[in-house]
Every structure is written in C-alpha cells, then in structure tokens.
C-alpha cells in the first residue's frame, strides 16, 4: 500500500526516516567537532588529561569510579583510545546514514560519546551532550532492528515514537518553565532579550544587528518565545493539524535561534526530533508543493524492537523522566526515588532540560596575556570568542569549539571554581602545542613567555556609528585581574 492512500495520515515512516538520518549527521558533526580538539582539552598534554582524570577518580572511589563514570576507557585507556572513540563515531555515523544495521549502530554510538562524555569532563558539561545521548538511546527503539534495511522505509513501533514526542515535549516546555521558575526578573519582565544577543557565549553577526532592535521589539519576541516555549509543546500530543503546525512552529523556532547565536549541533537536533511529527501524507504534501518528488513508501516488514521490552522500557523513562522534571516545581521526592536517581543518573541519558534559566546581564570576558619582560604584554586570541575589538562575530555552528565556551563560563565565575583556567596558564607558559592549536595565531612563536596573566574585561557591542567609523564591533572597560601574573618559577613555588 503506498502514500497515495487515505492511510499515509496514520504513518510516519518518512519523517523517522529522516529524523535517523539527521541524526546520524549530528553525531558526525559531534565525533569529528571534538576530534579535532582533543589533544589540547583531554589529551595526555591537555588541560584536563582524560588519562590522570580516571587515575584519579579510581583512587578516590575504588569501584564506585566504573559507575560513575560509565566509560570504555576503562577497558582501552584514555590516550589513544579517545582517538579510535572519534574514528568509531565517524564510521558509525556514516552507517547509520546509509542505513546499515541501525539500531547496533545507535547502540554502538550511545555507549562510545557516553565514554567520550565522561573523559571530557567540564568540557562536556552542556545539555546538548546529554541531549544527544537521550537522544540516541530512546532511536534504538524506532530504528530498523535489521542488517540492511539501507534506504527502505519502514513504520516506526508506536510506543517509540511517543517516547521521541515526550522528549521534544520535557525539552521545550521545560526550557520556558525554569524561565519562570528561577524568579529571574528579567524574564518575567519580558526585558531578558534585551541583554541576550550580546552576553550569549557566541553571538553570530546577525545577533549584533538584532541587539540594537528597539526595546519593544525584543519583549515582543520575549513574549512570543513563552508562547512557544509553553504552549506550543502541547500540540505534540494534538490531532494531526495542530501537531503539524506545533512541529512546524518549533522548526523555525530553532531556526531563529541558529541564526542569532551559535549552539554548537543543538539546534539541528532539536529540529530533527520534530521530523517525527510529521505523518507521511503530509511530508509528501509539502514535498510536492515545492516541486521536490519522493517515491511512496511501501510498507516494510523489516523487523523493529520486540514488544515487550519495549513496553517495559518505555514506562521507566515516562515515570522516570517525569519525576524528575517535577524536580523544577518540587525539591521534595520519595526517598525510593532518589535511589534511582543514583544509579541511571551517571548514564546521562535520561535528563532535565532548561536553558537560559536565568539570563545573563553583563558580559564578562577573561583575556589572556604573555609577556618577556613582566612590563610589555602581548594577548592570546582565540578564534571565536571575543577578544580583539574588530573581531566580528562568527558563524561556527555546529561546530562547537568547547574552550571558547568555557571561557565564558569561567568569567561568569572565579579561578577558584574553575581551577583547569590555571592548567591553561601553565601550557602557555610551557608552550604546549596542542594546547596552543586551540587558539588563535601564536603572539610569542619563537619561545613562550615569561610571564602569563588573565585580566577581565566588561564586552559590549558598539553602536552602529561606532562600527562605521572604527571598524569595531565591540567595546571594553578593563574591570580587574582574573589571575595575576605568573610564571614557571611561581608556579614550581
């Protein structure tokens, strides 16, 4: 039976189809993102070696260690074997896109960015990355449990598509109820948009030109974020017009947001757990409005997950995850709860999600400086985050260069919660080339410096006359030292 008949309505075979194909290139662009960046975060001449870090947490918890920190590292090591996670991820990716053996290949890419997750440390600290591994883990359960189904369609279990729909469901409503929840003012003044474009971690060209919107024009859309933050969601579960418009609703919400500011593979798949949504006879309806043909899908007797461990799978992460986004109103849960909680939270796979809960006001940025002499101090810039005045804001997404985003938290903060800034400081002065190829071009490139310090500054963006004048797209006071001088002497001291 194809597309063309009245049952298309009650199928989703396409939009699944697509969703694991949007997916399999999010965890390619994840796997290679990180790849490229290992050796100076986690490597053996990292900041935060992988390798020390599950020395350490064995000889503090014993045992305790393998489950907290669910890894194949464990096994493998943590050097070179992060390498072969990274090449793995890729392969895997690039099956998953041409459909082969789709569901042991989910499996396969859950459990390798798991342990990839736990040796990143805090540079694995986004919600994304749980995200992903959410995920991940609940497409097991709707993908083809077949060797080579390839490009053949076939219909989802019911049950797993839910799971998916409950999934988009926690992540949007709950990122604007924690808005509310958090007491911030500006959110509930509607002005937090106001302060957004300019104090988000990687604002994009496009964000400059939206901060200098008039007042009234950022609370309107403040306003309309809540409305699809917090009612939209609920058309998932609608009839299929209404699920139709709030799956489309959220597309270009997402849409929106990659435009203004750069979330690394978030946005993408937000969107692609919206591809679920959709039935059939309306992905072709669309499709033959813009002139693109897709052939009807016939119904495939490939095999999916067995019934009943499905059921039983299911029930847990509703009860579960429902539980625990009731965390966000209630601080208070039956003891029995907890329990669970301590053993499925190290999976980082079921989770709650909230972004932005309360926003940022002021953009405080952490601008590293090397000197020979102690007196003449010459600047570290990175390659996305702002530093110089006419670096413009960049387009990187989906790539996510995780240093430049832990600088922006660790200005939010101080040196002493954010210990590995100091680690960073000391690769400098060492002139660590791994740590060195996260950064922009080398200002000491025949020795390294002497002397290294962390000053912080207050960023804004300049006004539109400021711009066409100078050619700076930000301005800066100076506000005080995040880490004073040091050197290699200091620090043996």
């Not at 890729?90 to 390798?112: K, N, R, T």
């Not at 609370?219 to 917090?230: G, H, K, N, T």
């Not at 600088?407 to 660590?432: I, K």
């Given at each position: ?280 006879a309306c992905l072709h309806s669309i499709a033959a409005r813009i002139r693109l043909r897709i052939p009807p899908t016939e119904v495939s007797a490939l095999r999916s ?59 405080p940025e952490i601008i590293l400086e090397g000197s020979d002499d102690g007196h003449n101090w010459r600047p570290y810039e990175f390659r996305y985050k702002p530093g ?106």
């Amino acid at each position: 039976m194809t597309e063309a008949s009245p049952n298309g309505r009650s199928r989703f075979a396409l939009g699944t189809w697509l969703f694991l194909r949007l997916l399999a290139l999010v965890h390619l662009c994840a796997f290679i993102s990180f790849w490229v960046q290992l050796g100076g975060l986690v490597g053996p001449h990292g900041i935060l070696p992988a390798g020390e870090f599950f020395r350490a947490a064995h000889q503090q918890f014993g045992a305790e260690a393998y489950a907290q920190l669910p890894s194949l590292c464990w096994l493998f090591g943590a050097q070179g074997f992060l390498h072969v996670l990274c090449a793995g991820g890729v392969v895997l990716s690039l099956l998953l896109f041409s459909g082969v053996a789709p569901a042991l290949c989910l499996a396969l890419l859950w459990a390798a960015y798991l342990s990839l997750v736990c040796a990143g440390q805090i540079f694995y600290e986004f919600q994304w990355d749980g995200l992903l591994l959410e995920t991940t883990l609940l497409a097991v359960f709707i993908a083809p449990w077949s060797w080579l189904p390839l490009w053949r369609r076939t219909e989802p279990p019911q049950l797993g598509r839910w799971l998916l729909w409950w999934l988009l469901f926690r992540l949007i409503f709950l990122s604007g109820a924690v808005k509310l929840t958090s007491g911030d003012p500006s959110w509930r003044h509607l002005n937090a948009l106001i302060f957004h474009y300019e104090t988000q971690p990687l604002p994009t060209p496009l964000g400059w030109y939206v901060w200098h919107s008039p007042a009234w024009f950022h609370r309107f859309w403040c306003a309309v974020m809540f409305f699809i933050e917090l009612v939209v969601p609920f058309g998932i579960f609608a009839p299929r017009r209404l699920r139709h418009v709030a799956a489309l609703l959220l597309i270009v919400f997402q849409v929106l947001i990659a435009l203004t500011g750069n979330y690394a593979f978030f946005n993408v798949l937000a969107i692609a757990l919206c591809l679920p949504c959709f039935d059939d006879a309306c992905l072709h309806s669309i499709a033959a409005r813009i002139r693109l043909r897709i052939p009807p899908t016939e119904v495939s007797a490939l095999r999916s997950v067995p019934r009943w461990p499905l059921r039983i799978f299911a029930a847990f992460v509703f009860l579960f995850t429902g539980l625990q986004a009731s965390l966000d109103f209630s601080a208070r849960l039956p003891r029995f709860i907890s329990v669970v909680f301590d053993v499925v939270g190290p999976l980082r796979s079921f989770n709650s999600y909230g972004l932005f809960a309360v926003m940022t006001t002021q953009r405080p940025e952490i601008i590293l400086e090397g000197s020979d002499d102690g007196h003449n101090w010459r600047p570290y810039e990175f390659r996305y985050k702002p530093g110089r005045l006419t670096q413009a804001p960049q387009w990187v997404a989906p790539y996510q260069p995780r240093l430049d985003w832990q600088m922006w938290f660790a200005a939010l903060e101080g040196p002493g919660q954010n210990r590995w800034v100091l680690s960073l400081c000391s690769h400098l002065l060492h002139g660590t080339p791994q740590v060195l190829a996260l950064l922009g071009p080398n200002p000491f490139p025949d020795h390294p410096p002497r002397y290294v310090r962390a000053l912080l500054y207050d960023y804004h963006f300049t006004d539109r006359a400021v711009r066409a004048q100078t050619g700076q797209w930000w301005r800066r006071t100076v506000s005080d030292f995040y880490l004073p001088p040091i050197s290699l002497r200091a620090e043996a001291r």
